[in-house]
């Protein structure tokens, strides 16, 4: 059995939770929490830890999956808890992946241990789809299209800006965007003709609507690229229209075979979540698996989804893989 353990307990690690106990190979230790452990309830009764003694654990737990947020959380603590665990984390800032990378590697290769970082549908599951398609259709072009649905980084990135009570970000493809790749006509498409954002935020009492509308339509690597539309709401309205997290997205690409190119393709594949987090957290439970093994044949340092062989994913083994699935 692999011992695991999450950091953190949202969305994302109420689904971390639920993936773990369903997973016939994994025992759930417990969750370690910032907050008053006495104070949280969580959906199996497992056990629950303050963060601050999570070292006094180091030796009960095989493998953290981490539930942090990609703004300001896993920055931090992923690297952190590298040093002493076996991790995996949902880092989603495509933009600032390298540098966390090198910053998480330094850290597990200290410790000896085996990260992952960048874990879920994108990145995660389409970024292996992307390199699987360049791969078969390497004179072609490829294209990503995210929503309709809830963004949980953004979200949560909305969320940290100062006067914001409670938010939630809708991504949306621009159909005509969606129409044109489809075509196999290979568009040259910009961030902001593929993708609306529509932000729900629920301001503090006296907070300056102005200034938090500002601050979200600039905010780098989330908003600045992008036609964005600020939609301040009550409470009241966020829970009975904005209270599910659905998800998904397209990964396409075209490309052109033969000795002059004489016959188009095009690779697709889609997913429509209802559940954003608890998908998410599947994939998170997956890696964990993965990590934990490659950590205990002598594997250490960072790794993402494009390191690790399939097999590595599932329960069953080699044998019983090729049979049915080969």
């Not at 980084?153 to 914001?164: K, L, N, T, W, Y």
């Not at 006509?185 to 593929?194: M, T, Y």
């Not at 907070?207 to 979200?216: L, T």
Request: net charge negative; glycine share 8%.
């Amino acid at each position: 059995m692999i011992r695991t353990a999450i950091v953190g307990y949202g969305n994302l690690g109420r689904g971390a939770e639920c993936a773990v106990v369903n997973s016939a190979d994994m025992e759930l230790y417990g969750v370690f929490t910032r907050r008053d452990p006495s104070t949280l309830k969580t959906l199996t009764g497992c056990p629950v830890y303050s963060m601050d003694h999570i070292l006094d654990h180091k030796d009960n737990i095989d493998v953290l999956i981490i539930c942090g947020g990609s703004a300001t959380d896993l920055p931090v603590q992923t690297p952190a808890l590298a040093r002493h665990f076996n991790v995996i984390d949902s880092f989603d800032t495509h933009a600032r992946i390298p540098e966390h990378f090198a910053n998480v590697d330094a850290a597990a290769r200290e410790g000896g241990k085996c990260a992952v970082i960048s874990v879920g549908w994108d990145p995660g599951m389409f970024s292996l789809n992307r390199l699987y398609a360049e791969a078969v259709l390497p004179n072609g072009k490829d294209y990503t299209f995210w929503g309709k649905g809830v963004s949980q980084g953004h979200s949560d990135a909305i969320r940290r800006v100062e006067g914001v009570e409670d938010a939630r970000q809708y991504t949306i493809p621009v159909d005509a965007a969606l129409e044109a790749v489809r075509s196999g006509s290979c568009p040259e498409l910009s961030a902001r003709q593929k993708h609306l954002r529509e932000c729900f935020v629920v301001a503090k009492e006296g907070a300056d609507k102005a200034r938090i509308e500002n601050e979200i339509k600039t905010m780098p690597n989330y908003f600045a690229d992008y036609d964005t539309t600020v939609h301040f709401i009550t409470k009241e309205e966020l829970m009975r229209d904005h209270a599910g997290i659905p998800h998904g997205g397209f990964v396409i690409r075209t490309g052109k075979t033969g000795l002059n190119g004489e016959n188009s393709h095009v690779i697709e594949y889609s997913l429509k979540l209802d559940s954003n987090p608890e998908f998410t957290s599947s994939v998170l439970c997956a890696y964990a698996r993965a990590a934990a093994r490659l950590n205990s044949e002598g594997a250490v340092g960072c790794k993402t989804v494009l390191d690790i062989a399939p097999a590595y994913l599932s329960p069953c083994s080699g044998e019983e893989l090729r049979k049915r699935l080969v």
